[in-house]
């Protein structure tokens, strides 16, 4: 069934934007065909009724990692990053924070700002087809020493220079934050205060990874 995620709901309907209703109508859903509407995390089977959708049932849908996973990568090139945003939101990710670091490329940091809407879109259409309960937050652009502020329990820090870390196949548990950098990596000084914030420094192998990729890899690492 067709999936959208619904902010206002009328004792037992939900109203329709007119982007869900221009979608219903492209798709020429049937009268007795129904869909799902997701609202405060659950979802619901609705029918439509001038557009309007009526609710005739709630699930125990939950496909959600009981866990808070926050990214914290690099801006990078805005397509590469779009990439990124939709596979990050069908991994499990909760938050995504735009990362401004010394290697960060300048020419990308205002671009990036225009294009945070289209980032939410691509992520809103992404969790309507993973079947995720929520929308994942997608922020504005953060300081590589403003995000150091932010605490958790378990962070770690992709880098590929570091002998003594993490292997590449070990498995991430519980609430986590993990920083990704951009091209040509975090600088060293930037290392150093990540360690001694009490980041754990994970390798991704031999082999140097872009971006994205070495996002991905370490969101396919969690264990549910």
């Given at each position: 069934m067709y999936?959208f995620?619904?902010e206002?709901r009328?004792?037992?309907k939900?109203?329709?934007?007119k982007?869900?209703?221009?979608?219903?109508?492209?798709?020429?859903?049937?009268?007795?065909?129904r869909?799902?509407c997701?609202?405060?995390?659950?979802?619901?089977?609705?029918?439509?009724?001038?557009?309007?959708?009526?609710?005739?049932?709630e699930t125990?849908?939950?496909?959600?990692n009981p866990?808070?996973?926050?990214?914290?990568?690099?801006i990078?090139?805005?397509?590469r990053?779009?990439?990124?945003?939709?596979k990050?939101?069908?991994?499990?990710v909760?938050?995504?924070?735009?990362?401004?670091?010394?290697?960060t490329?300048?020419?990308?940091i205002?671009?990036?700002?225009?294009?945070?809407d289209?980032?939410?879109?691509?992520?809103k259409?992404?969790?309507?087809?993973?079947?995720?309960n929520?929308l994942v937050?997608?922020?504005e652009?953060?300081?590589?020493?403003?995000?150091?502020?932010i605490?958790?329990?378990?962070?770690?820090?992709?880098?590929?220079?570091?002998?003594d870390s993490l292997?590449?196949?070990?498995?991430f548990?519980g609430?986590?934050?993990?920083?990704?950098?951009?091209?040509?990596?975090?600088?060293?000084?930037?290392?150093?205060?990540a360690?001694?914030?009490?980041?754990?420094?994970?390798s991704l192998?031999?082999?140097?990874l872009?971006?994205?990729?070495?996002a991905?890899?370490l969101?396919s690492?969690?264990?549910e």
């Open positions: 999936r995620f619904v206002k009328n004792n037992n939900f109203e329709l934007t982007e869900i209703i221009n979608h219903l109508k492209a798709i020429r859903l049937k009268k007795d065909e869909f799902y997701i609202y405060d995390q659950k979802y619901f089977i609705c029918r439509l009724d001038n557009n309007e959708a009526i609710i005739e049932e125990n849908i939950n496909n959600e866990n808070e996973i926050v990214l914290f990568i690099a990078i090139n805005i397509k990053f779009e990439w990124l945003v939709q990050a939101t069908e991994l499990g909760k938050k995504i924070y735009p990362l401004i670091t010394k290697n490329n300048i020419k990308y205002d671009i990036f700002r225009k294009k945070i289209r980032l939410r879109e691509i992520s259409n992404a969790s309507e087809q993973s079947f995720r929520i937050e997608i922020n652009p953060i300081s590589f020493n403003e995000a150091m502020k605490d958790c329990k378990n962070k770690y820090i992709a880098h590929e220079k570091e002998k292997k590449k196949d070990y498995l548990e609430h986590s934050i993990f920083f990704v950098g951009p091209e040509g990596g975090f600088d060293e000084l930037e290392i150093k205060q360690v001694n914030n009490n980041f754990k420094i994970v192998g031999k082999r140097i872009r971006s994205e990729t070495a991905i890899f969101l690492r969690i264990k």
